[in-house]
């Protein structure tokens, strides 16, 4: 085979400045592929641990579909790691859904263009029975949108994801870092299933390697189905912290929304857009997934030491070695 030919990229990875495509980019490259960043500023992207190969980095905006005219040339597969959701201000939480829309819309087209063959999208887990929120809602709708077009479509569909800067994470680290007392809402007690970052990108780079997958979309979640108020306690009981977390009827999801936008530094946009989804029930419906990539959950437990371990500021930012596993009675 040519030479020149296996060096150039055939992955194209959207997002690669967020939570999922940053980890993702290095999954990647421990695999071998070779693999074409998009990204909107060069400034935002950054390699704190040099890659085995050299990633190449296009620049790009979603919203701007003359600038993805050359992202795609040579490329056969492509990720689709991107939401809008943002801002600092509650008020304009909702502008997202429009936005995202636009953002797939110009991807489909550049893609049926650029004849690309095979994409993979990370999306949102919730019932669509269940009045979906606008965020569950417009991560569904941005599926629709990929899967329109003319090469095969994979949708991995998740709840909240726990690792170090994913924004559902940090409000719970958060929460539960800063609050010895907590009167939340009724969301506490809503069903959902967690799954570690490092499952996530298990699944996210194991459908390269199965076509199978192609064309289709799957729940992926941890091997723990809880409501939030488990959650939080199993990260207070990890990080050895005594609190009480109590559901009261009378505290609405928009009210818990502010208080949560005060004491976390997640963006307003990104807090108000979440909390409205804590109302659905967030636990898959299916598990075919498992058959086709089988791998190892991580348990809830393990996955916050996980994520605290790679954490180095904020609160509850511990060394590697100093995670206290309660079950187990052992350390991490
Ligand atoms: N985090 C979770 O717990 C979770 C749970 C379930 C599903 N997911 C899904 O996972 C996917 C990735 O989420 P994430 O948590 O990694 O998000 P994230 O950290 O906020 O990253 C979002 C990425 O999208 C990029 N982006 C936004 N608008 C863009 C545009 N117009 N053009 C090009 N790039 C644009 C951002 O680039 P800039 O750096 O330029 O802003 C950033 O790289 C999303 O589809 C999300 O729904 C996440």
């Not at 488990?230 to 999801?253: E, W």
């Amino acid at each position: 085979m040519n030479q020149e030919k296996t060096q150039k990229p055939e992955i194209l990875l959207t997002g690669a400045t967020g939570f999922i495509g940053k980890r993702l980019l290095y999954r990647l490259d421990e695999k071998g592929y070779r693999v074409r960043c998009l990204v909107r500023s060069s400034e935002r992207f950054s390699l704190p641990v040099p890659l085995n190969n050299e990633p190449e980095i296009v620049r790009g905006d979603l919203m701007e579909p003359e600038s993805l005219k050359n992202a795609m040339e040579g490329i056969s597969t492509a990720y689709y790691l991107v939401h809008s959701m943002g801002g600092k201000s509650p008020g304009r939480h909702l502008e997202f859904e429009e936005r995202d829309r636009r953002a797939a819309q110009n991807f489909v087209t550049c893609a049926d263009n650029a004849g690309l063959r095979r994409m993979i999208y990370l999306g949102g887990l919730g019932d669509t029975s269940d009045h979906l929120s606008h965020h569950l809602a417009s991560r569904q709708e941005v599926g629709r949108i990929l899967s329109s077009g003319s090469c095969e479509t994979t949708s991995l569909r998740a709840a909240v994801i726990i690792g170090a800067g994913g924004a559902g994470f940090e409000i719970i680290r958060y929460l539960v870092e800063r609050l010895p007392v907590m009167l939340c809402p009724r969301w506490v007690y809503t069903m959902s299933q967690p799954i570690a970052v490092e499952n996530v990108l298990d699944y996210l780079a194991g459908c390269l390697g199965h076509p199978e997958t192609a064309g289709r979309t799957f729940d992926i979640g941890g091997p723990e189905i809880l409501g939030y108020a488990d959650l939080m306690r199993i990260y207070a009981k990890t990080r050895g912290l005594n609190r009480t977390i109590v559901g009261v009827p009378f505290a609405s999801t928009t009210l818990s929304a502010y208080w949560v936008d005060l004491i976390t530094p997640v963006p307003a946009g990104i807090v108000f857009a979440l909390a409205e989804g804590l109302k659905n029930q967030a636990i898959c419906r299916e598990n075919r997934i498992r058959k086709i990539i089988p791998i190892e959950l991580t348990p809830m437990d393990q996955a916050i030491c996980n994520a605290l371990a790679e954490e180095t500021s904020g609160p509850g930012a511990i060394s590697r070695q100093a995670c206290f596993l309660p079950d187990t009675g052992k350390k991490s």
